[in-house]
Each structure stands twice: as C-alpha cells, then as structure tokens.
C-alpha cells in the first residue's frame, strides 16, 4: 500500500515493500520487491523498482549418458540437479518534460543473477519421480584417471562415479553460472513546429557470463560494468504537411 506523501522539494510516493514465498519442498523460491515513485516537480518524475528473488528448481535436467548402461531406465543414466537461482534488478524509469514542446524518457534495468547447481542426482526408474543421489566427494587428477567416489568438482568439471570403484566413470562440464545485463534508452522528443516532431533515441546493451555459481554483488556489478557495450543512436523526423 501506498504511505502518505511527503512534501519539501516535490510529492514523494513510496509503497511498501512487496514478499511473495511459494517455496514447497525444494521447489519455489521468494521475492521481494518495493516500488518507489518521486515525483520533484510536476515536470519531472522517477520510479525505481528494486526486487530481489531466489528461486530453487528440485529437479533440473543436467546430462543423460549411455556410460555403464543402467537398465531401469533403458540403458541411459539421466542426470539431474537441484539448481539454485539468486537474481538482483532495479528497473528505473525517469520522464521529465522540459516544456510542452521538449521531454525526455529515460529507461535503465540492470539485472545480476546467479545459478547454483547442487545435490546432483540420477533417476531411479522410468516413469517415475524418484532418484539417486550422488554424494560429494574430493576428486584428484591421476595418470590412469580422476579418483573419485560419488561426485567431485575438478577444473572446472563435475566426475562421477557410477559403480562406486573409486574411479571417475563420466564427466561434463560445471554448470554453475552467472549473467549479468543492461538494458537501457533514452528518448528525447521535440515538436519543432506543429504536428512535426524530432526524435532522438539512444539504446545501450550490455552482458557479461561466467562460470561462478554464487551471488556476490560488488564483483559481479563491476563485471557488468566492465563488460563490452553494443550502443546505437537513432534519429527520427516527422513532418506534418498541412493539405
């Protein structure tokens, strides 16, 4: 709901912060949001909108594998993972008119989110919902192979175990990821005459990927703003003939 207005440099609206939790199991996640209006003059206003979510997926689709043909499930091993999801946006919105004949829009959303791939697993049977859980384990690099029981993360690849010898069977590459976008533009519009407008529009794309897997804000917003920039300008002109 809304809180009162405040009043000094101009109307200030602000509405309470927003939690939605449909968490079940280890599915669902929680967001929180808020939703903030400022408004100096009545010329020009500011909205922001903060949110903040993790998500968790219980059972997201990793591999599937002919490796030591598993038979409840037709010779196929199919791999799965719990995935962790922590994701961070402000979208912001700015619109300020100048005068009657001259305003500008302003949009901005930068966006930082992470995916964590934990408890990974195999199905148990075909047709079912039930699988088997691979445990943590500490691999190392050997001339005849990864040593390893359950599943162990090494250089940047997760092993696995199928048979329980202490021998690495299969790998795939570390799913663990982190995105990191900007999406912004700029409008400014001006009726040179009556009926004819200029418009003059700058957009900015900006992204960043890695291969991390936790939310951490300082490094990750660095990254972003580090990252390469597709910018495009555009002008546009439109000429009212009266007949």
């Given at each position: 709901r809304d809180q009162p207005r405040s009043r000094g440099l101009g109307d200030v609206y602000k509405r309470q912060f927003e939690m939605e939790d449909d968490r079940q199991g280890v599915g669902g996640g929680w967001?929180?949001?808020s939703d903030v209006k400022v408004q100096p003059s009545d010329r020009l206003q500011i909205a922001v909108t903060p949110r903040y979510n993790e998500e968790n997926s219980g059972h997201q689709y990793v591999?599937?594998?002919?490796t030591l043909?598993?038979?409840?499930?037709?010779g196929v091993r199919y791999l799965f993972a719990?995935?962790?999801?922590?994701?961070?946006?402000?979208?912001?919105?700015?619109d300020w008119t100048f005068t009657p004949k001259l305003s500008l829009q302003l949009f901005a959303q930068p966006l930082?989110?992470?995916g964590d791939y934990v408890q990974y697993k195999q199905l148990a049977a075909s047709k079912s919902f039930e699988f088997l859980e691979f445990s943590q384990g500490l691999g190392s690099s050997?001339?005849?192979?990864?040593?390893?029981?359950?599943?162990?993360?090494?250089?940047?690849?997760?092993?696995?175990?199928?048979?329980?010898?202490?021998?690495?069977?299969y790998s795939f590459s570390d799913r663990d990821f982190n995105v990191r976008s900007l999406?912004?533009?700029?409008v400014l519009r001006w009726e040179y005459r009556p009926g004819s407008t200029l418009f003059v529009v700058w957009q900015r794309r900006q992204s960043d990927y890695a291969l991390l897997g936790d939310l951490d804000f300082e490094r990750d917003a660095t990254a972003l703003f580090q990252a390469p920039a597709d910018n495009r300008f555009i002008i546009?002109?439109?000429?009212?003939?009266g007949l």
């Open positions: 967001t929180v949001r591999a599937a594998t002919q043909p598993y038979s409840p499930t037709y719990d995935l962790s999801r922590r994701t961070v946006s402000m979208e912001t919105r700015l930082l989110s992470s050997t001339p005849g192979g990864v040593t390893c029981v359950g599943i162990c993360s090494l250089e940047g690849r997760q092993h696995v175990d199928f048979n329980t010898d202490g021998i690495a069977d999406v912004g533009n700029a546009k002109m439109n000429y009212w003939m």
